[in-house]
């Protein structure tokens, strides 16, 4: 009787098949579908924290080269484009770096003006609307614990969110000059 050892070869075949399927499905999801990212600093505390993980949809604003891994120069433009609403957290990078994620609000729309005075946000020349909610609880390495005073924004569209005021309202940027979002931009914050 002979040993019949064909099986072995079709076996790597079929396991390099299968992880090759496996590679091409995550690839797709991940362009098309949703793509994970990891929050690397607290500026939008409370509502994200140093460290989380979110899978964010690719297809929600549409896809344009930067939707490519490597934003690989496949097109130009976008397609199925879908504008940003005031309030959305966004994942976005900068025309000057190609290179880094950046995770942050959507507070200005094309032509909206925008301003921090005393720590306040003005849009448009309005002062927008927070109430004050419990201090967030800060542990510090080597001061303790420091209390970090939270409020509920409240933009005008109806959308509300959690912010912090880790340097109080006169922080470094507390007080800006006046900022006007040009036709095809967007201001964020966070």
Not at 78 to 94: M, N
Not at 133 to 161: A, C, K
């Amino acid at each position: 009787m002979v040993k019949n050892n064909s099986s072995k070869p079709n076996s790597l075949v079929d396991t390099v098949k299968t992880v090759v399927y496996a590679v091409l499905i995550a690839l797709v999801i991940r362009t098309f579908g949703f793509e994970p990212f990891n929050i690397p600093s607290g500026s939008m505390i409370p509502t994200l924290l140093v460290g989380d993980y979110l899978f964010v949809s690719k297809s929600e604003y549409g896809y344009s080269k930067h939707s490519f891994p490597l934003s690989l120069p496949l097109m130009n433009g976008r397609i199925f484009e879908s504008q940003p609403k005031r309030g959305d957290v966004a994942v976005f990078k900068l025309p000057s770096d190609n290179t880094t994620d950046y995770i942050k609000r959507i507070v200005g729309l094309p032509g909206d003006t925008i301003r921090m005075k005393s720590g306040r946000l003005y849009l448009n020349g309005i002062l927008v609307k927070r109430e004050k909610v419990n201090d967030l609880v800060q542990i510090e390495r080597n001061s303790g614990t420091r209390l970090i005073p939270q409020y509920m924004e409240f933009f005008p569209n109806g959308t509300q969110h959690l912010i912090s005021e880790s340097w109080g309202d006169q922080g470094p940027l507390d007080n800006t000059i006046l900022f006007k979002v040009p036709a095809d931009h967007y201001f964020a914050m966070g």
